[in-house]
Each structure stands twice: as structure tokens, then as C-alpha cells.
């Protein structure tokens, strides 16, 4: 009797009812202490898994799946399972209600993996679970794969590259991603016109159109703007406001530095000159307008600094005028590394005035990075580039993967 209160109170848990499948004995055993529960099917309504149609039985093949454990013991389900003949498709195993076919995991196991491991290194949820980290990893990369590879990119008409550290050294990784949802598309290794070429062909083989990619926000590299123009004929390229304001900051910084070598008082003012005012304290804003009205150079730096930064605030039909204008001015300035920024911008004028047009910045991207290095730095480095990609694409992939049967109601 007490026996059979255990199994129906088993059949609960593992929301049996209607399925055919029913608990006939649970038992524990090993060192250490595991549970078992098996299972057994009725065998009245037997369908192929692969058109529905009800089949006669053919055998039956013994499998184990491991669960979520029942209190502090770890609990694997064992079953019988029936393989149908089908007429259409042949000898095929039966579906079973708590896990997907390949899976040696039930769907509540796989459900508090995936959650875990979008806040924790592998190798601690494997220690949690008690099970290998290269068994999770497979079982990782299983789900994330084949919820990218259902991924629709026919909608993607703008898009942001950047590139990201892989490990220690010079090793990069090339980031993509989608502008318009925030999510990464594509990670791939190395940082050149490669890897451009290879997010193409992704994006081809989800159904997306290389024809129809209108912008693309990047930082001025050589080799992705090549990649960029041999593979996204419609694409016009986006430099991000924020790397040209970091020239405009390293360039006040070498006026600095050439004056202070020139004999010029500045020893302590690194900190007062860079960045912008509102960040300053009051008295680090004293000293600010103090400094530009004792050295002229300093104060010209300073003002050509901050009108750049109000041209990026200018409206679309007034943006390119004012950076023309802002250019001459540079040029006037007699400040050679303001001479230099004016014609890195009339190099790269295209992209830098088609900001005005798009209004793309790679803040975005630059925060998906972010998180792909705080998943780095938890998991103390990643064995392989494979890892890598894979918890990228759970964090920040935006992937369809179900584990609502984890979470409470």
C-alpha cells in the first residue's frame, strides 16, 4: 500500500497523467545514495514519432535519463521504452513526456542547467548537479545550437561589428550583432574581412539578404571595412561617435603633454583636462577654466574638444556643415594633433557623417562585450573557442530555449 502512495505521488512529480506512462517501483542504491525510478508504458496508443500515425509495437529498449534530484539524492529515471513499425518511416523509438529524443537528460534537468549556467561558470553547475562539465557542455551546446540555427535574420537591416578579446594575448574574436533587437548574431574567431565574410554566409543560411543590410556601426578598422564593402554591397558604414571623441580626448591629452615638456605647469592635471566637465567635481571645474585661461593652447584644445561634442548633437540637416566648419577651425588651430584629427575625419568622412543619418552608435555592442568578458573572467578563461561562442550566444543571443518549466507559476 505504502508503496503504491510512492508511486502515485511519483507519477504526480513527474506529471504522468495521460501519458501512458505509468511508475512501477522506485528504489535507492549505490555509493552514494541515488534514487531510481522506473517506469513502464501501457503500449494501448503507440504513434510514429515522425508523422503521428498510430503503429503496431516492435520491441522495447531500456534507457536512463537523469533528473532533477529528490531531496539531497540524485535521481536517474529508468524505462522501457516501446519502438513502433512504422509502414511510412520504419522501426522508430517512441517519444517519451520528460525528455527530447536525443537527450540523455529529462527536460526539468536540461531546463536548470540552461538557467544556471547563464549565472555561473560550467564547471560550477557541474559540481551543483553532480555530473561532468563535458557532459553539460554537450548538452549546452546541444540546445544553443539548434536554437541559433532556428534563428529568422530576413528582418535585419542594420547591424554593429566589433571585436573582443578571446584569451590572454593578442586573440580576438569578431562580434555581430543585430541593431534593432540588441541581439548577437555572430561570433566568430579572429578580427579581419574573414570573419565578415563568414557572418555573410550566416546570414544567408537564416534566411537573411546581404542586399538589404542598410548600416553597419564599426570602430575604423581597415579590415572590417573590407569586409563590409566586398560583402554588403547596399551598406553604408557607420564610425561610432565615440571613437572619434576618444581621438578628440587623446588629442587635448597631447597638447598637455607638449606643453608640460615646454615647461608649462600642468603636473596634476591629467585628470582636471580629460573627460567632460559635468563629470568634474566644482573645484576640479575651477581648475579646468583655470588652466584654459593661463595657457591659451590649453583653452583652444579644450574648446575645440567641446564644440565636436556639440556637433554630434546637431540635427541631420545641419550635422556635415558644422563638422566642415569644425574642421577648418582644427586646421587653423595650430595645434598639431588637432591638425591630425581633422584629417583622420575628412579621411573617413563618409562614415563619420553618416551618423548624422542613422543615429547608430556601438553603445550596444560595446555592453554585449561587456557581458561576454564577466562570463570569461567567472569561468577563469574558456578551453576552446567553441565554450566561448556558446555561452556568448545564451547570454546575449536572445535564443528560444524554453525553461519556463523550471520557473514557478
Not at 566589433?162 to 579572429?190: H, I, K, N, Q
Not at 588629442?251 to 615646454?262: G, L, P, S, W, Y
Amino acid at each position: 500500500m505504502a508503496s503504491m502512495r510512492a508511486n502515485a505521488l511519483l507519477e504526480a512529480a513527474l506529471q504522468l497523467k495521460g501519458t501512458g506512462w505509468h511508475v512501477v517501483s522506485s528504489n535507492f542504491g549505490g555509493k552514494p545514495a541515488q534514487m531510481e525510478i522506473v517506469m513502464e508504458h501501457d503500449r494501448v496508443d503507440l504513434r510514429c514519432p515522425a508523422c503521428e500515425a498510430q503503429c503496431p509495437g516492435y520491441d522495447a529498449v531500456e534507457k536512463r535519463w537523469r533528473h532533477l534530484n529528490f531531496f539531497q539524492y540524485r535521481c536517474e529515471l529508468v524505462a522501457k521504452v516501446p519502438r513502433v513499425n512504422c509502414p511510412r518511416h520504419g522501426v522508430r523509438l517512441s517519444e517519451v513526456p520528460w525528455a527530447s529524443a536525443e537527450s540523455g537528460f529529462t527536460l526539468l534537468f536540461e531546463a536548470m542547467v540552461m538557467l544556471l549556467a547563464a549565472e555561473m561558470p560550467v564547471s560550477d553547475v557541474a559540481q551543483m548537479v553532480d555530473e561532468e562539465d563535458t557532459r553539460l557542455w554537450r548538452l549546452i551546446r546541444r540546445l544553443v545550437d539548434r536554437a541559433h540555427a532556428e534563428k529568422d535574420w530576413s528582418e535585419v537591416k542594420a547591424i554593429a561589428i566589433d571585436e573582443t578579446s578571446a584569451r590572454r594575448g593578442r586573440s580576438y574574436v569578431t562580434v555581430v550583432m543585430d541593431m534593432d533587437t540588441r541581439a548577437v548574431l555572430y561570433l566568430g574567431p579572429g578580427r579581419d574581412s574573414n570573419a565578415v565574410r563568414s557572418f555573410c554566409e550566416q546570414l544567408q543560411a537564416h534566411g537573411g539578404d546581404p542586399a538589404t543590410i542598410r548600416w553597419v556601426a564599426m570602430d575604423m578598422l581597415h579590415c572590417y571595412a573590407k569586409g563590409v564593402r566586398e560583402n554588403f554591397p547596399n551598406a553604408q558604414i557607420v564610425y561610432d561617435r565615440y571613437h572619434v571623441m576618444v581621438m578628440a580626448g587623446e588629442a587635448v591629452d597631447e597638447v598637455r603633454r607638449k606643453m608640460q615638456r615646454n615647461g608649462a605647469q600642468l603636473k596634476g592635471s591629467l585628470w582636471v583636462l580629460r573627460g567632460n566637465h559635468w563629470n568634474l567635481s566644482a573645484e576640479q571645474q575651477l581648475q579646468r577654466a583655470t588652466l584654459a585661461k593661463t595657457y591659451k593652447p590649453i583653452g583652444r584644445a579644450l574648446a575645440l574638444r567641446s564644440a565636436l561634442q556639440d556637433v554630434y548633437g546637431a540635427s541631420k540637416a545641419d550635422g556635415a556643415e558644422l563638422l566642415r566648419c569644425w574642421c577648418r577651425w582644427a586646421a587653423r588651430s595650430r595645434l598639431e594633433p588637432f591638425k591630425k584629427l581633422a584629417q583622420t575625419i575628412r579621411q573617413y568622412w563618409n562614415g563619420i557623417v553618416s551618423y548624422f543619418d542613422s543615429r547608430l552608435t556601438q553603445g550596444a555592442i560595446e555592453a554585449i562585450n561587456g557581458i561576454i568578458q564577466l562570463a570569461k573572467r567567472r569561468a577563469r578563461g574558456f578551453r576552446n573557442f567553441l565554450y566561448l561562442r556558446t555561452i556568448a550566444y545564451w547570454n546575449t543571443g536572445k535564443l528560444n530555449i524554453d525553461t519556463s518549466a523550471i520557473l514557478p507559476t
